[in-house]
């Protein structure tokens, strides 16, 4: 009898693993791992002691992580010398850089989303501001009536009159054109600028939840008055500083913010004449979570005149690491397409085409296989480009959270892990900072993790 023609369908589809089966797997897989639990550098994964010190203070930006996380780091892992610098390659709001200069280490940032360059550059450039102009040019935009825009930026968000409420989107373009006109030095309009931005959140019915913009009523203020208090804030920290050392400038390292991509490293520091290796590369990658930091910092993005059209915010996104859907991405094959990485590349299938990972025919279902493919296509480049910049014997410390697609568990700390070795890195542990809820009951708590590699001395 010909056995073909009771093949079943089980014969010809390979079966993938559903989600606790992945678990098994990975349970397996990270025995042979050298994972620590190290609940003391959980709280130092947030940003809330940036709230309170000054500079770090300037912007909420949510999703970065506290000062005193580079400052422990540095405490434990040595720089192989005593010229080594810093690199950031997600460098966001540019806690890593501002925390180096404050020990006076130099460093480079890298990013790619044009707010938090402008952002970075100007929390790590302080001492360029004179904080009694600043105070009076405050005052000289504050009075100016007589720059009323003519149209706001195209984005819908800020023509809806329930997240901007009592005209106040007119009144923040209306200060921001106020800024654009003074008779003042760059740096002035920009730490300007900054205190308008900063002031958004305070003069809207929108707050940052997650991956989303949410409408969120509530008591809100006048944009002067909310600019009014930014502002007094930096001239505060300023005065501070300048009061501590007026002589610091003079020994201050060199910071450098550059926007780029960095699964092009390399190529982007050359461009700029960084001819140096690194003794630490310290960074919090985004996520495999869907997380779109070009929409979640949108109002700052166009008020601040980075983003003029969404022509220009599409090609923003399709610059971004691929941990997110919100565009469509090129396909790239490169774990497919490395011998070395074939594990590591079946490993990636077996979740992309896990059958947990939504509801059938659900958005979800449909998206989720592409940010996973990507993901760790793009952690593959990443981890090459650093490996090329990082001095013998430095670190790399990867900030990194696990996260949930439908049912499945995406277990980012342990894929960075076995890519980082794959390319020849040491993997010297992976430090469970700590483990967050997820809100599906069927799916392990979530955790957050540092992955650290080193270099061969
Ligand atoms: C978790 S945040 C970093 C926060 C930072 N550690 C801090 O404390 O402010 C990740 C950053 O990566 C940036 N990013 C996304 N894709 C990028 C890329 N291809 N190259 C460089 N930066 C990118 C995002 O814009 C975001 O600012």
């Not at 930006?61 to 690199?87: C, H, M, Q, T, W």
């Not at 044009?114 to 952002?119: E, I, R, T």
């Not at 094959?333 to 299938?349: A, G, T, W």
Request: glycine share 4%; hydrophobic share 35%.
């Amino acid at each position: 009898m010909d056995n073909t023609e009771f093949e079943t369908v089980a014969d010809v589809v390979p079966l993938y693993p559903n989600s606790s089966q992945l678990d098994d797997i990975f349970a397996e897989l990270e025995l042979s791992l050298p994972f620590v639990e190290d609940n003391s550098w959980g709280n130092l994964l947030r940003f809330t002691d940036n709230l309170t010190d000054p500079i770090h203070r300037w912007f909420l930006f949510k999703e970065g992580y506290s000062y005193k996380l580079v400052d422990k780091i540095l405490d434990r892992f040595k720089l192989p010398r005593n010229s080594s610098a810093i690199l950031d390659p997600f460098s966001g709001s540019g806690t890593t850089l501002l925390a180096a200069q404050k020990r006076g280490i130099p460093s480079v940032g890298l990013e790619i989303n044009p707010f938090a360059v402008f952002l970075g550059r100007i929390k790590t450039q302080w001492h360029r501001i004179d904080p009694e102009i600043l105070e009076k040019e405050l005052l000289l935009v504050l009075q100016d009536n007589k720059n009323t825009p003519a149209k706001l930026p195209d984005l819908s968000t800020l023509h809806k009159k329930k997240y901007f409420p009592n005209g106040h989107a007119y009144e923040l373009l209306r200060l921001r054109n106020a800024i654009l006109h003074r008779e003042c030095s760059q740096e002035i309009k920009d730490i300007l600028l900054l205190a308008l931005l900063a002031s958004i959140e305070d003069v809207c019915c929108l707050h940052k939840d997650g991956r989303l913009l949410r409408f969120f009523p509530r008591d809100i203020i006048p944009p002067k008055e909310a600019m009014f208090n930014r502002t007094k804030i930096i001239i505060e920290d300023l005065v501070d500083w300048v009061k501590a050392d007026s002589n610091q400038e003079n020994f201050l390292p060199q910071t450098h913010v550059i926007e780029g991509d960095s699964r092009h490293l390399d190529s982007i520091l050359d461009k700029h004449k960084i001819s140096h290796q690194f003794g630490l590369i310290l960074y919090s990658p985004p996520y495999p979570n869907n997380f779109d930091y070009s929409e979640i910092y949108k109002c700052e993005l166009w008020f601040g005149g980075f983003i003029n059209s969404y022509q220009e915010w599409r090609n923003l996104r399709l610059r971004t690491f691929r941990s997110h859907p919100s565009c469509s991405f090129p396909e790239t094959h490169y774990l497919k397409d490395n011998v070395d990485l074939r594990e590591i590349y079946q490993l990636v299938e077996k979740l992309a085409k896990c059958p947990d990972i939504g509801e059938p025919e659900s958005k979800a279902r449909s998206r989720a296989p592409k940010v996973i493919r990507g993901y760790f296509d793009d952690v593959y480049l990443m981890l090459q480009q650093q490996k090329l910049r990082l001095e013998h014997g430095g670190y790399i410390v990867c900030v990194v959270g696990n996260s949930r697609h439908g049912n499945l568990h995406i277990r980012a700390d342990t894929i960075i892990a076995k890519i980082g070795q794959e390319i020849g890195l040491n993997l010297v542990e992976i430090s469970v900072a700590r483990h967050r809820h997820s809100r599906s009951q069927q799916v392990q708590k979530l955790r957050e993790s540092l992955v650290i590699f080193q270099k061969n001395s």
